[in-house]
């Protein structure tokens, strides 16, 4: 069959790639490592995960649940390789993330129909199909071309990174091992319990501490799921003890009661040497990033592995620049997959990249391409994308994006979700069938 050539060798094009290679499609996976970084790389490895380690909750009843099954259903490769490198992180799924770049590194690189090519791309190039899966970090000089093509400015926001502290310069005399409501049963969370004088003096430093600037040129945009620290408490005094710092479902063990306040740490690798701040995205300067998380309960000698940082965003307008097959209205042969095309969130691009590389697989052979079912979480997410109803902005995978389920019966919320993903697993199975799964899936090759 006929090439395909793909930019961009992160969750998306990665996924792409072995979709296509599977069905017997060659592809030519063109990446910049390791010739040049982002700002926020730092390994050479395919599939890096820049910011947290975690592919979110793991339950079916969250629609990022149900996605996961039906990638895994699907014989994502980004998926197996998450179990592989899988974490104990409550009721989530997270990753030790060197495993899991190590490991789709290594089947990418093994699968015979993949060729990758070492180079910085700056313009659309030629070679039809052409994805790309550059990610919310497109260089400026392709994102310069890219916007140049869809007649319209790109949009920007901007994405904050999370810290990281080493296990062993944690006070765990203080903090204490607890899951919310005990799910997962594995007590994978590390919490530190705040009083309510100590959650207002810390939301006090937060916001008196010195932060990045942006440039004038550059308008913040922030995705409303990943708001920097500062700005939650920005909000509200409050704000925060009703976000990422909420105590509920937290007992201290120490005083029998819920803390006012908690900050939770999830476990970074499987070797539980290391833990990031869960929901602390930040622009705090360096220097008063560790005086202040210095201040939680817990963490008073904490030692970084890592220090929050802001980096750029960049996705097209998606329902105006693309069409539904996820091809460049202006530029027929040319598709965009992953964070460019404007999805949000790692199992989403990785979804993205999927659907696509199963649509183009079956045009190499010459046969019709349907999309997911719109029943299903993959289906619902891809046609967001197409969505012109309202002002498009990056989003999760959330269960708006399904249809209800038909008739006028009232369900609890939980009850209700379990019947959406009785019906999605039941309507994925024919566009399973009708696609044909990867000869992985199936244990014959690249495994």
């Not at 940082?309 to 997959?337: F, Q």
Request: hydrophobic content about 45%.
């Amino acid at each position: 069959m006929g090439d395909v050539t793909i930019v961009g060798a992160g969750l998306a094009g990665c996924e792409c790639a072995w979709q296509l290679a599977e069905r017997g499609v060659r592809v030519t996976l063109v990446e910049q490592k390791p010739l040049a970084r982002t700002a926020a790389q730092k390994s050479d490895g395919l599939a890096e995960l820049v910011c947290s380690n975690s592919f979110r909750g793991a339950d079916l009843v969250n629609a990022v649940g149900l996605l996961k099954e039906e990638l895994r259903r699907a014989g994502s490769l980004v998926m197996s390789a998450a179990e592989l490198a899988r974490v104990p992180a409550g009721g989530a799924l997270a990753v030790d993330r060197d495993v899991f770049s190590a490991e789709v590194t290594r089947r990418v690189d093994a699968h015979p129909n993949i060729e990758r090519v070492a180079r910085v791309v700056e313009r659309i190039e030629d070679a039809r199909p052409l994805v790309l899966a550059t990610g919310p970090l497109t260089g400026d000089a392709l994102a310069r071309d890219l916007a140049r093509v869809v007649g319209a400015e790109h949009l920007a926001y901007y994405d904050a990174i999370a810290p990281v502290v080493t296990a062993d310069s944690v006070n765990w005399d203080v903090v204490f091992r607890a899951s919310r409501y005990d799910k997962g049963g594995d007590a994978a969370y590390g919490n530190c319990p705040m009083t309510k004088d100590e959650y207002e003096a810390f939301v006090a430093a937060v916001l008196a501490a010195d932060k990045v600037t942006p440039h004038a040129f550059e308008e913040p945009r922030y995705f409303e799921g990943c708001l920097p620290l500062e700005v939650m408490a920005e909000r509200g005094l409050q704000t925060l003890a009703f976000g990422p710092m909420k105590p509920v479902g937290l007992v201290d063990p120490r005083t029998g009661a819920r803390p006012h306040a908690v900050v939770q740490l999830r476990q970074e690798d499987r070797h539980a040497s290391a833990y990031n701040l869960v929901g602390f995205q930040t622009r705090m300067k360096w220097p008063d990033q560790q005086r202040v998380f210095r201040m939680i309960p817990g963490l008073e000698q904490a030692e970084f592995e890592r220090l929050g940082s802001v980096h750029r965003n960049t996705y097209v307008d998606a329902p105006r620049a693309l069409d539904e097959t996820l091809a460049l209205r202006a530029l027929p042969g040319v598709y965009l997959a992953g964070q460019v095309s404007g999805v949000e969130g790692y199992v989403e691009s990785a979804a993205c990249g999927l659907v696509l590389g199963v649509q183009l697989a079956a045009r190499a052979r010459g046969e019709a391409a349907p999309l997911p079912p719109e029943t299903t979480a993959l289906g619902g997410l891809v046609r967001h994308l197409s969505d012109t109803e309202k002002d498009f902005a990056p989003s999760n995978v959330v269960w708006s994006m399904v249809p209800p389920l038909p008739g006028r019966k009232i369900f609890k919320r939980r009850l209700r979700r379990e019947k959406l993903v009785e019906r999605a697993l039941a309507d994925l199975a024919p566009w399973l069938a009708a696609i044909g799964a990867p000869r992985a899936a199936l244990g014959e090759v690249g495994t």
